[in-house]
Structures are given as structure tokens and as C-alpha cells.
């Protein structure tokens, strides 16, 4: 037999424990056969004990489909998270808001009432306050070559800086294209016909071209600039790393670049690799304030590491970075006009260099609220969502052409959502009144192993079906719960309402508690009674709160034992603390340990038998030879 909640059932078995003697050898007779008609009694009180156990977890599976079925009825219908909670004042808000305009979007709350509300116009949209960097805030691809006057390049300076380069290379990525520039001898003969900086701009932009197979001017996205002694590389929207060749670093540093260096800022680098325009100070910890949030970031963070340090506190703005434009913004999160956005620089000089500080540096642009005239009357909000008399208004658009905002009462469409209601409450009531009456079949116990091992699967199903039958039947907690709930349904009136007058009515004695609809009384009563409707189920007494608290009652799992719902005290939930905390559980476990008593009894009753047995064996054979020897004795004298 199944066990239940990890307690350990006993076998429904009739078969001897013991056999420790030997069989009847001698005296012909069937000791199996003895032993077992002689224990029987006690196999027989083991079966009915192994019986009631199979009973329990049958009466336990039954309490628990109860339990389950009012909790999926409460969850669906009940629950403040269900889109159908019947206890809920917006979920009988019937009331539908529709606009003439497509830039107008609405929707009526629980305030609103039936109606129109003309919007005459839309002066002005709410915006979010702005911060953002004026300029690009990384340093970029500008390398200072070697010159022997510091800003100067002079012929010279450009023979010594093509004797050491000749022939090497550099790598350049490319959004993401990787190319290998080589100052071959066409590069040097270019350098040679013009030994200005201008020649060795021209020189160095043939290469690059070159090797991003750049033929027409118009085609090139990396530019190249030499002003005296510094060199630059553009590409503007685009992203450029340039790296060293192998080990050769001697390269990129008669350049005047460093390994890696790009024209954008990195997401994933950190700050004490980034090189900035504004000049970051080299400390170990940059501290910054941002609306009275106070911040610290280590020099080995990221940039993606900080902006979602930003993001994610309490400073009510989002920054982000463009590698595009290489530019941080920083937005704040409530719009409207007044100052949303403060930095501040405690340590360090970390938002100076992101552009973000009230410096020549930044960008400010000022939030600003909405302006609209609504039944002629001008009203301001900070948000483009406001609510105006009830109804959700949101506007997307500035206009001087009027709009309808026409709110009408649509009753109607809770039809099917009563109509749903009902049904579940038809199911689930069944099932409850359902266990309470069945047919109790006496005759019918559980079976012993050694019955189901002659049955085929059908015919067990068949006869443990009515054996399961009735053993709820004048359950007084069932009993109890559905009184409540039909008490609930047929007896409740809020201000001069119940279900009865608007259509739910009993569905008759014979039909186990079920209710019915007139759907022409109800569909009458959704139109003229909507808001008495509402009252009816939403109110402190009202039918959506009063079955809350039954259900609730009935099959609450939480708390310490004996503060649960009454279902759960006697069956336990399962993945609950109740699994093994509920009255049948405790049954169980005690019926089991008195089958394991009465099992250790039978195996000694039935080795005592044997040992008697297995006695009368020993002393007939005895008999048998000496019998044997005194015919042996009688036979040698005659």
C-alpha cells in the first residue's frame, strides 16, 4: 500500500511471517496450512488496522481536493492579484473612456462617471530634465609625436620619425574591422617628396586608405589631421582602437599613442585605463553626489558598472554613454518644470569629467510641464499622464485641435465574468456536497496485496472506487463549509440587493447546491442596478469578502499549527509545514506503530506454532523407529 506523508504503511498481507520448522515430513499433514488457520485472528487484526490506514490516505486525498478546489476558486476570483477579484472596486468599474484623437489615450478609473470631457488643446508637453555633456569627454585618438621643439615638427623631426617606423606597423580596428598599416616604401617616398606635416598627413592617409581599401576621398570614414607635432585620428559616429604589432611598442610611441587607445570611451574598461579629455585625477576612489545620494566608485570600476550603480540607487536619474557621439546624458526620472537634476564633485572630479557638473561643459536642459485646456479651463501637470474627473488621460502630442473624451456605462461586459463565477462556484460546491452524501459500500474494504495480485488494473480501480465511496459522507467540517457558502450566496443583501433579484437563484434541492441564472434578468440588472451590483460584492459584508474569509478559514497554511484553516488542521497541504503537522498524519503514524507491534507478535505466535510442530514432528519420528526396531526385534524370534 502507498504511504502517505513519508509514513511508513504496512503491507495488506495475509501471508505467514515465520516458517522455521519442517514441513509435515512425518506426519502427513499441511503445517503451513495449520499455522496460518491458527494465527488468522491476528493476520486478520493486522489487515483491518492495514485497512484503516488506506482509508486514512483516501480521506486525506479527499479533504485535499477540497482544499485545493476553494483555494483555485479564491485565487481567481478572490485574490487582489486576479484580474477577476470579485472584492475588488476597479474590477466592476464598467465605465469605458474613448477619444476622438489618436494622441489622446484614456481610460476610466473608478471615479470617473458617465459623460463627456472636451480636451480644447495641448499647449505644451511635460519633458524631463536634461543634463549632458557639451563636448566629447574622452581624449581620443591624438598622439603628440617626437619633435625636437615641443609643438613644432620641422623637417628634421620628420626624417628622424620616418627612419624609426619605415617598415614597421600598426593595427587599427575599425568598428570592429581590423586592418594592419604598414609605412612601407610608398609611404616613405610621399614623406620625402614633402617633408612638412601636411606631406606626412598626406603620406599617413594614403596608408590608412590603403589598407581599408579606401580608392575615393568621399568613401573614407577615418580621417587623419597633423598639426605640428600632433597627430589625430577622427571617424566620427564610428569607433577606433589603434594597437601595436606584435611587441613592437616603439611604434605606436613615436606616434604618440598608447596601446589600445581608442576615440571612445570603453563600457567595459576601467577608469584607470580610460583616458579622458577634462584630465581624470589619479586616486584610488572618485566620491560624487547626484540629487543627496552620495556615491563611491573605485578607479578599477567600469564605466557600465558605475552608470548601473546610478541607474539602480535611489538618485532618481538614468545616465547612459554614446560611443557615437561620445557623450554621457544624464535624464531625470520624473518630469516637469523645477531643478531635478544636482551633481556635485566630493572627491575626485569624476562627473566634471563625465560633462555632467553646471560647467561650461554641460548641456542643461530645463524640464518643463504640461500645458493643456480642458472644458475651456487651462490646466498645468508635470506628467503628460494626469488624471482629469476620474479618467486616465495621457497626451503625446501638442495641438490646437479639440478632442472627445466620451465616457459611457458598459455594464454588460461583466456578463461573462459573473456567468465564469458562477460556474466555479457550481464545481467547487459540488464537490463539497458531493463527498458529504455518497454512497457508503460496506462491503467494499480495501484490498491485501495477495487480492490485487488476482485482479487485472480495471477491475482494482472498480472495486477501490467504491471502496473510497462514502467516507466523508455526513462530514460535519464538509458540511459546515458548504452551510457557510450557501448561507453567503442565497442570504446576503446589500442595500436592498442579492443575487436572487438580479437572477442567481437556487438551482433546487436536488442539484447539490448549485445555483442557476436568468440571464435576461441578469443582463436587465447589469444595465439599471451596476453600482448596487458592485456594493453587493465588494462591501465589508458583501458576498466577495464573506467568502474570502470562509475559504480562508477553511484552508490557510500558514502559521503554527492550530492557527490553520480547518481543512488543513485535519489533512495537512502538501509542500506545506501542514504535510506532517494534521490530525490524519498522526493517525497514521499510530496506527502504523500498532501494526508493527501486532506484526512482531504474529511472527512469535506463528514460530511458537512451528516449534510445536516441528515437536509433534520430532517425537513421531521417534516413535516411527523405534517402532521400526522392536519389528525388527519381533520379526528375528520367530
Excluded at 478572490?78 to 468599474?93: A, C, G, H, I, P
Excluded at 603620406?203 to 600632433?230: C, H, K, M
Excluded at 597627430?231 to 610611441?253: M, N, P, R
Excluded at 439599471?528 to 465588494?538: G, N, R
Amino acid at each position: 500500500m502507498v504511504s502517505v506523508n513519508s509514513s511508513t504503511s504496512a503491507s495488506t498481507t495475509s501471508l505467514l511471517t515465520a516458517k522455521t520448522g519442517i514441513g509435515g515430513l512425518v506426519s502427513g499433514m499441511d503445517i503451513d496450512e495449520l499455522v496460518e488457520s491458527l494465527s488468522s485472528s491476528s493476520r486478520q487484526k493486522i489487515l483491518k488496522q492495514q485497512q484503516n490506514v488506506q482509508k486514512l490516505e483516501w480521506k486525506q486525498t479527499a479533504y485535499r481536493s477540497v482544499t485545493t478546489a476553494l483555494k483555485e476558486f479564491q485565487g481567481k476570483y478572490l485574490d487582489v492579484l486576479s484580474k477577476t477579484n470579485f472584492r475588488s472596486e476597479s474590477f466592476f468599474n464598467t465605465l469605458n473612456a474613448v477619444s476622438s484623437s489618436d494622441k489622446i489615450k484614456v481610460a476610466a478609473a473608478s471615479g470617473a462617471s458617465a459623460g463627456s470631457i472636451t480636451i480644447n488643446s495641448v499647449t505644451k508637453l511635460a519633458a524631463c530634465q536634461v543634463v549632458k555633456s557639451a563636448a566629447s569627454v574622452s581624449k581620443g585618438l591624438v598622439g603628440k609625436m617626437e619633435s625636437a621643439v615641443a609643438g613644432t615638427m620641422d623637417s628634421t623631426d620628420i626624417d628622424n620619425l620616418l627612419a624609426a617606423i619605415s617598415g614597421k606597423s600598426v593595427s587599427i580596428t575599425l568598428d570592429g574591422k581590423v586592418k594592419a598599416v604598414t609605412f612601407d616604401n610608398a609611404f616613405a617616398d610621399s614623406v620625402n617628396a614633402d617633408k612638412t606635416p601636411a606631406g606626412l598627413r598626406n603620406a599617413l592617409q594614403a596608408a590608412v586608405d590603403s589598407s581599408f581599401g579606401v580608392t575615393d576621398p568621399a568613401d573614407r570614414v577615418l580621417t587623419i589631421e597633423v598639426n605640428n607635432d600632433q597627430l589625430t585620428f577622427s571617424a566620427t559616429g564610428s569607433k577606433v582602437i589603434i594597437h601595436s604589432v606584435g611587441d613592437d611598442i616603439a611604434t605606436l610611441d613615436n606616434l604618440g599613442f598608447a596601446d589600445g587607445q581608442s576615440n571612445t570611451l570603453t563600457a567595459s574598461a576601467s577608469f584607470e585605463s580610460s583616458s579622458f579629455a577634462a584630465g581624470l585625477e589619479e586616486i584610488d576612489a572618485y566620491k560624487f553626489t547626484i540629487n543627496s545620494i552620495n556615491f563611491t566608485v573605485s578607479k578599477a570600476d567600469s564605466l557600465a558598472a558605475i552608470m548601473n550603480k546610478i541607474n539602480s540607487s535611489d538618485a532618481g536619474v538614468k545616465i547612459s554613454y554614446s560611443s557615437i557621439t561620445d557623450k554621457f546624458t544624464m535624464t531625470a526620472n520624473e518630469s516637469g518644470a523645477g531643478e531635478k537634476i544636482v551633481t556635485s564633485d566630493s572627491i575626485g572630479n569624476l562627473m566634471e569629467a563625465f560633462g555632467l557638473t553646471d560647467t561650461s561643459r554641460t548641456l542643461i536642459t530645463a524640464g518643463e510641464n504640461a500645458v493643456i485646456t480642458v472644458n475651456g479651463q487651462q490646466i498645468i501637470r508635470n506628467s503628460n499622464t494626469m488624471d482629469i474627473d476620474g479618467v486616465k488621460v495621457t497626451v503625446s502630442e501638442v495641438t490646437d485641435a479639440p478632442s472627445t473624451i466620451t465616457i459611457n456605462e458598459d455594464a454588460s461586459s461583466l456578463l461573462d465574468s459573473i456567468k465564469g463565477f458562477v460556474e466555479d462556484y457550481n464545481s467547487m460546491i459540488s464537490l463539497v456536497n458531493g463527498l458529504t452524501k455518497e454512497e457508503i459500500n460496506r462491503d467494499f474494504q480495501p484490498l491485501s496485496d495477495e487480492q490485487k495480485e488476482e485482479m487485472t488494473e480495471s477491475q482494482i480501480k472498480t472495486w477501490e472506487d467504491k471502496a473510497k465511496s462514502g467516507l466523508l459522507r455526513g462530514d460535519s467540517i464538509l458540511q459546515n463549509i458548504s452551510s457557510k457558502l450557501h448561507s453567503v450566496m442565497t442570504s446576503t443583501s446589500i442595500g436592498g440587493i442579492s443575487l436572487h433579484s438580479i437572477g442567481i437563484s437556487s438551482a433546487g434541492y436536488g442539484e447539490n447546491g448549485k445555483l442557476k441564472i436568468d440571464e435576461t434578468k441578469l443582463k436587465e440588472a447589469l444595465q439599471t442596478k451596476s453600482y448596487e451590483i458592485k456594493e453587493l460584492f465588494i462591501s465589508s459584508k458583501g458576498i466577495g469578502n464573506s467568502l474570502f474569509d470562509i475559504v480562508n478559514s477553511a484552508t490557510k497554511t500558514s502559521g503554527v499549527k492550530g492557527s490553520r484553516g480547518t481543512l488543513v488542521e485535519v489533512a495537512g497541504m502538501a509542500s506545506t509545514m501542514s504535510d506532517t503537522e494534521n490530525s490524519i498524519y498522526e493517525q497514521i503514524k499510530r496506527t502504523n506503530k500498532t501494526i508493527k507491534t501486532m506484526q512482531i507478535r504474529l511472527t512469535a505466535e506463528e514460530s511458537r506454532l512451528w516449534s510445536k510442530f516441528t515437536a509433534m514432528e520430532s517425537a513421531l519420528n521417534s516413535l516411527n523407529v523405534q517402532s521400526s526396531i522392536l519389528s525388527q526385534f519381533s520379526g528375528g524370534n520367530s
